[in-house]
């Protein structure tokens, strides 16, 4: 009896305690799988803070999960009557037992209120995300984040003050407007190029200057125009009467010798770390062509930083007692045994005087930097505001640093031939935002009075725009 009960009875005992240690094993897996994953729920946060959506406006969600990573996320836009628009959303699957592994996910959206039916006025954005965590049942379907937004569909508005312009190709012009308060960025447009409106600080809140150039070498189709975009990307480009004047410029052929090659080339691809070719040619190329693209980034660059204020005592002062050597946009075609081997465009004035001589401001301005560039040699660059700056080249030595405030016709260093040079000369630059320009507009009292210093003064007298939102 005792046997066939203990038969029976042992198999249960052992059934029981295999069950008790299951359920413990159970236990302890799970519970460590929930400690695994996290308990906390996915998290969301914007990368940028967003108060305002227009016809552009990028938002940016960052979203986070535990160890078992995201399972879904929803992105949405509410309109004022309640409804809902869906700005983004995606599953993720699990992948494997243990969940998507996907930690974090970024989310950039270019939002068009237009495009979505978000009407102007008060709207909120709301993201939801839910993980694959064990206990993601137990959170409940609420928003991780409600951003209360307000949606602008306006562009800025903009007025063009003053009567018709004109502007050289090559040349320079200077264009004063009125924007709304709420623009962040405005100025002139010229093809690809933005020659970003300042605020001078004795004009009104409102007013904006702008100098541009249309280049010596843009389509011939290009007509400046002028911009604005507020901070929800809402853009608008107006017209204003201009007319782009043709103009044509000298080409010249400039034989390119051994010698040259030997003495100037070389020596200053040594002179800038540069690999030096064996080929005459190669190493003529590497400097004249490449040296000289590096040299135009970096001169762009230099002047990237302008003052608000344009420092203008009148015309630029021409560098006195010098021979015109090259002028502005001349195309030279550089012959070596009788082969055209290179094209550029000369973008300044030679002028040539005695050897070492002081070099003078050509105006009243803030030394922006004073160094060694390249193709340019010794240069000293300096900023006269609104992003007008002009540039002395070749100098044998400089004499004034950056930061230096310095008086039209003040010596800044002497001329030489350091650089891309066949001799001692001064090579003078004039450019607005960073694109060279013809420097003889500037040396004209008459121009720069005309196009420059009177559009200016009016601009002080000019009526303030109404306040955004009294005539929309
Ligand atoms: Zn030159």
Same mark, same amino acid.
């Given at each position: 009896m005792r046997d066939s009960f203990g038969r029976r009875e042992r198999p249960r005992r052992l059934g029981r305690r295999l069950l008790l240690w299951v359920i413990l094993l159970a236990v302890v897996l799970g519970g460590g799988w929930i400690l695994w994953s996290g308990t906390g729920g996915p998290t969301a946060r914007l990368a940028r803070p967003i108060d305002v959506v227009g016809q552009a406006t990028p938002l940016e969600v960052s979203l986070g999960a535990g160890r078992?990573? &995201?399972?879904s996320y929803e992105i949405m836009a509410r309109r004022p009557d309640g409804s809902l628009v869906l700005l983004a959303e995606e599953q993720i699957a699990q992948d /494997?037992? &243990? /969940?998507? /592994?996907?930690a974090v996910r970024t989310v950039r959206l270019d939002l068009d209120a237009k495009a979505l039916g978000l009407p102007e006025g008060p709207g909120e954005i709301q993201v939801y995300a839910t993980d694959h965590? =064990?206990?993601?049942?137990?959170?409940?379907?609420?928003?991780?984040l409600q951003i209360p937004i307000r949606v602008d569909l306006s562009p800025p508005r903009i007025r063009v003050l003053g009567a018709q312009h004109y502007v050289s190709r090559g040349g320079s012009d200077l264009v004063v407007y009125e924007v709304d308060q709420d623009a962040a960025t405005s100025g002139v447009e010229v093809a690809d190029l933005h020659f970003e409106g300042q605020r %001078? =600080?004795? &004009? %009104?809140?409102?007013i904006r200057v702008a100098l541009y150039t249309v280049p010596h070498d843009a389509e011939s189709a290009v007509v400046p125009k002028v911009s604005a975009v507020d901070a929800a990307g809402n853009r608008r480009v107006v017209s204003f009467p201009v007319e782009v004047r043709a103009k044509t410029f000298p080409s010249e052929e400039i034989a390119v010798g051994d010698g040259f090659i030997d003495g100037t080339v070389r020596p200053l691809l040594e002179a800038n770390d540069k690999p030096v070719p064996d080929d005459a040619v190669e190493a003529f190329l590497a400097v004249n062509s490449v040296m000289r693209r590096a040299s135009e980034r970096l001169l762009k660059d230099l002047t990237a930083e302008s003052r608000p204020h344009l420092s203008l005592s009148g015309a630029f002062r021409q560098q006195p007692g010098t021979k015109v050597g090259s002028r502005f946009a001349e195309r030279r075609s550089y012959v070596y045994d009788d082969q055209v081997i290179d094209h550029q465009y000369h973008l300044g004035y030679d002028l040539a005087s005695v050897k070492q001589t002081p070099i003078l401001a050509a105006q009243t301005g803030t030394v922006a930097a004073a160094v060694d560039l390249g193709i340019y040699g010794n240069v000293v660059l300096i900023d006269h505001g609104l992003g007008l700056s002009s540039l002395y080249a070749h100098l044998s030595s400089t004499s004034v640093e950056a930061g230096d405030a310095v008086e039209v016709g003040q010596p800044v260093g002497r001329s030489g031939q350091t /650089? &891309?040079?066949?001799?001692?000369h001064l090579h003078f630059s004039v450019l607005v935002g960073g694109e060279h320009v013809d420097p003889i507009e500037w040396w004209d009292p008459r121009w720069v009075r005309l196009r420059i210093q009177e559009p200016l003064s009016e601009a002080g007298q000019s009526d303030a725009l109404p306040q955004p939102g009294s005539t929309r």
């Open positions: 078992a990573g &995201l399972a /494997g037992m &243990l /969940g998507s /592994g996907v965590a =064990p206990t993601a049942f137990l959170h409940p379907r609420e928003p991780l %001078p =600080p004795h &004009l %009104p809140e409102n /650089g &891309l040079a066949s001799g001692d």
